[in-house]
């Protein structure tokens, strides 16, 4: 049973334009949420992370959207360039000090 | 460089055979996990370590699995008589926690293993 879901295992965008990337979960005891970002042969590398008591967390160019009503977050990347490819994972954590993994989405930003 | 470390970058085994992972976490950090990452999905919790305890072990890891942090500083991954299935990348990661605040962690570039 999968409890953190990144349904689009790849999303190809423009270089400049907005890249979303999506997240569903289905533990309403997660109260904690990250986006992980991974380029191939490195680990992956925190990016943004937000709590179950915010909508909305920004930093720089990123920003992280929480619907708890829908189990649903995004990530939010504009303008996106050409370094921002790479595999983002959302994760999820309930407090127990283990993250729930999604299986990523591979993000490619064309020139 | 003060990130985490894991050696070996790739370890090719036969099967049957033991291998043996190492990780040096940041040094200030008191936390280390160790997570497995098979392609095409996300990481899996295997266990963590807070100092030199182990604190939280996954069902994923079988009686062939077995992990220590002596002293509370690097940490050993080993996996006895190793199945094609353990292929995989192991993940170790550190992070400093501060009592119940989800912290951020820290990923080392992981050790490829493949099992033939």
């Known amino acids: 049973d999968q409890q953190v879901k990144q349904n689009s295992p790849s999303l190809s965008v423009q270089e400049g334009r907005i890249s979303i990337l999506n997240c569903d979960y289905t533990n309403s005891m997660f109260d904690y949420f990250l986006w992980y970002k991974k380029y191939p042969a490195e680990g992956p590398t925190f990016l943004i992370s937000?709590?179950?008591i915010k909508d909305k967390n920004e930093d720089g160019r990123f920003t992280v959207f929480l619907n708890k009503s829908a189990k649903h977050l995004s990530l939010h990347i504009v303008p996106s360039q050409p370094g921002d490819s790479a595999v983002y994972f959302c994760a999820a954590s309930d407090s127990n000090y283990q993250l729930i993994w999604g299986a990523g989405t591979k993000l490619i930003i064309k020139p | 460089d003060t990130g985490v470390s894991q050696d070996p970058r790739h370890k090719i085994t036969k099967r049957g055979q033991n291998v043996t992972f190492r990780c040096d976490p940041i040094s200030e950090h008191n936390r280390l996990y160790w997570y497995r990452q098979t392609l095409g999905q996300g990481p899996e919790f295997l266990t963590y370590?807070?100092?030199?305890?182990?604190?939280?072990k996954s069902r994923l890891l079988s009686d062939r699995f077995s992990a220590e942090r002596p002293k509370g500083s690097f940490s050993t991954l080993e996996i006895q008589r190793t199945e094609q299935g353990d292929s995989a990348m192991y993940l170790c990661a550190s992070s400093l926690a501060r009592g119940l605040i989800n912290e951020k962690l820290f990923f080392g570039s992981g050790t490829q293993l493949s099992v033939l």
């Open positions: 937000i709590s179950s």
């Open positions: 370590f807070q100092n030199e305890a182990q604190l939280e």
